[in-house]
Every structure is written in C-alpha cells, then in structure tokens.
C-alpha cells in the first residue's frame, strides 16, 4: 500500500509538468508530512540524508568528466574524430553513415554524454550526409541512435551513477560497458553497411594511407585521452573520479594552450555552459538520494524482495519484467533520474535472485540508450530534432528500426551475462 501512496504522488506530481527533480523532492516532503509518522527530528534526518548520500568521492567525477567534454567540443576535437573516422571506412556502403557511427563512439569515449555526442557529431554529420545523398530521416536516425553509445562506452556519467547509488566498484562498470558498447557499435555499422547495399547509397573515395595518417594525427589528441583515462584506471594509476579530474586538466590544457582553439575570453562560457549540465544533473542526484532514502526507510525494496521469492520469479522472468518496466519509464524520464530511484529498488531483488550487480548495471544502462530514442522524453531526438530541423514525430520514426534492433540488443545481453561480465571477471578476479 505504501509504494501504491509514493507511486501515485509522484505520477500527480509529473502529470502537472513539474521537472523530476523537484517531483522527486516534493514527493518525499509530502508523504512524510502527511502519512509518515516520522517524529519532529525529520528535516534533520533528510538534511543528514542529503548530506552524506552527496558526500561521495565518486559523484565529483560527473562534473569533472562533463566539462572535459565540454572543453573537447567547443575546442573542435569532435571535428578531427570525425575527419579521422571517414578516412578509415569512407569508402565502404554507406561508409559515411559509417563513419558517423565511428565518430559517436570514439567521441562518446572522451565525453561521457550522449545528448553532447550528438550534438557534437551530428551538427558536422548530419549535414555532410544529406549533401552526399543519404536520406534525410536516415541520417538523423544514424545520428540519434549512434549518439546513445556516449552512455554505455566508458566512461560513461550514467555508469558512474549507477555505480554511486549500487555502492558498485565504477572501474568494474565501465569494463562492464566495453563488450556490450563495442557489440552495440558494430550492430549499428551492420545495419548501416547492408541498408546502404540494398538501398545503394553513395560511397565516398578510398582515403590513401597518407590522408588515414595525417587523419590519425589530428585526432591523436582526443584519441590520447582515452588512453589516458582508461589506462590509468586499470593500470592502478588513479581511480575513476582522479581520471575524470585529469581527463578535464588535460582537455583544457589540448584546448587553451597546445592547439589554441579556445581563447581565453571564451573560457568563462565554458565553464558556465559546463556548470549548468552539471547543476542540473547534480540537483537530480540530491533529490533521488532523498526518494531513495524514503523507500529504504519504509522498506519497500526490501518489501519488493521478499513478494518476489514468495512467489518464486525465476532470475529471467525478474529481468523480463524489469526491462519492461525500464522501457517504459525509459519514455518518460531521464536516464540519471531512473537509474537512481530503480536501481536501489531493483538491487535487493537481483542480489536476492543470485544476478550479478554488475550485469544489472549493464541491462539498466541499455534500456536507458533505448529510453534516448523513444517519445515522448527521448532527450537524443529532442537534439536531433533540433540539428536536423525535423519534427519529432518524423525523428521518432526515423529512429524506430534502430530502437527495435536494440531491444533484439538488449535481450542478448539480458540473457546472456556473460558479455557483460567476461572482461570484469577477467580483471578483477
């Protein structure tokens, strides 16, 4: 009864338009002033709540790994990854789409975001394509869809969230995320390069080695950083939020000071531009880490736990059931936010299930990159919509073949752990 009275404010609260974030607060606010029969000590509690649920190491790493990325693409690197894609596949069907496809995953390493990846990549794509002669709504379903792998390739902010709200190690996360995230890219190249042969799209000319070099070194820079990150982390250098820290020295440094492509005078908009992605996402963070704590202390995971072995679900009919219902609220609310009020929900019952942790983070982030490309609230079609100056129906339909592939996606990792897990097992173990 209680999680139907928690459910149901929070649903009149989003019904009314107010932003999640604040639903998520208002509707802690509002079941304890009126059904808890928490004593006057209250607000101490949740201010204590807030407090130490922020107070973690690994939460610092979302602002640091977001203004790396915003350095990276008001500094031009997205178009050298982009040069350095379509020399490599350029020549092959649909080799440009390809390249589009290359250039979000190699942009998703170093930014973390998907709405930045498409941004970045598709204002230089999606108008490069169309002047080739790929269909306009294909192009913007390239893009859209491509642009989801900046949440699932590390290093990923929504691993990293998930990471901080599971208590999960971040470094196994995002090795979690390489298999699948490489699968995934090669699943969209697939689609491309037989759409491209039927339907015959144009080809672009065979770059010589020399151009793949000269290509090569003008993306060195972006392509450093990866390996600087990734690197790092698994070469026991420094943790993920020390990387994040580095990843944002080392874009501003490529940026400001070795190829000059930010001034200073531009500086104070980047930061500005960066602190408000980061405020937003952050101010999410605060307000599920109190929704979080009102279902802990009303025992509903726990609740949730023991329905579930009373009626004996097996590990998959959970799992089924879960990215059900994931795909639903993927529709309706962002990424960080479900991951946040789902994932401690959903972790008693896994654990309870004998299901890694681990791969649930991976199933979780996957039904999230879906979420992107889905209407209503698909905050990737929203961006392309915007780049491409179609309408969101039309961005929504360009984008359903590739959102149905990546459901068939979804259900091979769900069922198949192992993909996920090899590579952290591997590492850790």
Not at 311 to 326: D, H, K
Request: glycine letters at 8%; aromatic letters at 10%; charged letters at 10%.
């Amino acid at each position: 009864m209680t999680i139907l009275i928690i459910v149901a404010i929070l649903l009149a609260l989003l019904l009314t338009g107010t932003p999640i974030s604040i639903a998520l607060g208002a509707t802690v606010m509002l079941f304890i002033t009126i059904f808890s029969s928490f004593d006057g000590d209250t607000v101490n509690i949740l201010s204590q709540r807030l407090f130490t649920g922020l107070e973690s190491f690994a939460i610092m790493a979302v602002p640091f790994f977001i203004l790396s990325g915003t350095f990276l693409v008001e500094g031009g690197s997205a178009a050298k990854l982009v040069r350095f894609a379509k020399a490599l596949v350029g020549s092959l069907p649909g080799g440009l789409a390809i390249s589009a496809v290359l250039a979000c995953a190699f942009f998703a390493t170093v930014s973390g975001s998907s709405p930045a990846t498409v941004v970045a990549i598709g204002s230089i794509m999606l108008p490069a394509l169309v002047k080739e002669g790929y269909p306009k709504a294909f192009s913007t379903g390239v893009i859209a869809t491509s642009g989801s792998l900046g949440i699932l390739i590390p290093p990923s902010i929504v691993l990293i969230i998930y990471a901080v709200s599971t208590s999960q190690s971040a470094g196994k996360m995002f090795l979690a995320g390489m298999v699948p995230g490489a699968l995934l890219g090669i699943l969209l190249i697939g689609m491309v390069y037989f759409t491209a042969k039927i339907k015959k799209f144009p080809r672009s000319e065979s770059a010589s080695v020399k151009e793949i070099w000269a290509a090569f070194k003008d993306a060195f820079s972006g392509l450093l950083l990866v390996v600087i990150v990734l690197g790092g982390i698994y070469g026991g250098v420094f943790t993920p939020t020390e990387a994040a820290a580095i990843s944002a020295v080392y874009a501003f440094f490529i940026s400001v000071v070795v190829e000059k492509t930010i001034g200073l005078p531009q500086l104070p908009k980047v930061i500005l531009s960066a602190a408000n992605t980061s405020s937003m996402i952050l101010y999410i963070i605060t307000n599920a880490i109190l929704f979080s704590f009102l279902l802990t202390s009303e025992q509903i995971p726990q609740e949730l736990a023991l329905w579930v072995v009373e009626n004996e679900l097996s590990p998959y009919m959970f799992l089924l059931a879960l990215n059900i219902l994931l795909l639903v609220a993927g529709q309706f609310m962002e990424p960080s936010a479900i991951i946040l009020i789902l994932a401690p929900l959903a972790l008693p019952i896994a654990l309870q299930l004998g299901i890694d942790p681990v791969h649930l983070g991976i199933i979780m982030t996957i039904n999230m990159e879906i979420g992107m490309i889905t209407p209503p609230v698909g905050l990737n079609l929203f961006v392309a919509s915007h780049i491409s100056r179609m309408g969101m129906t039309k961005v929504a339909i360009a984008a359903f073949p590739w959102a149905i592939a990546m459901i068939g996606f979804l259900f091979l990792i769900t069922f198949v752990p192992e993909i996920s897990l090899w590579l952290p097992n591997l590492v850790y173990e």
